[in-house]
């Protein structure tokens, strides 16, 4: 039982099970025009790369270089994320302050598009 329970197996039954949601999708789907729950099932299928880490020493060290390193990572996407949020909120503001027609910021979810582009 702790064969099938490993984090191995889950991947590839997960992208196994993927595959044939997508198959079965794709034909009772197919007059769908936004199907993006197909294209969602076949990237799902990337997942059974994650399995390739057994077998390289290298893929190895960097993933335990990464929980090593979670800590420190995590502060860092939150001034990233805290810098994005700041900037965006000042683009939109400093734009909309100023009399400009073409102006391209209308909200601040855009500001945080260019923001998050920008960094």
């Avoid at 503001?93 to 998050?116: C, K, T, V």
Wanted: no cysteine; hydrophobic share 55%; glycine share 2%.
């Amino acid at each position: 039982f702790d064969f099938v329970r490993s984090s191995v197996n889950i991947i590839d039954f997960i992208a196994t099970l993927s595959f044939y949601i997508d198959l079965v999708l794709a034909h009772y789907a197919s007059h769908l025009e936004n199907a993006d729950v197909l294209e969602f099932f076949s990237i799902i299928r990337i997942l059974r790369l994650f399995k390739l880490t057994r077998h390289s020493s290298g893929l190895k060290i960097l993933l335990q270089t990464f929980r090593a390193s979670a800590k420190e990572l995590m502060l860092l996407v939150f001034f990233l994320v805290l810098g994005i949020i700041i900037f965006a909120s000042l683009v939109y503001y400093a734009e909309r302050i100023a009399p400009n027609p073409e102006n391209d910021f209308n909200s601040i979810p855009l500001g945080l598009w260019w923001a998050l582009v920008t960094m």
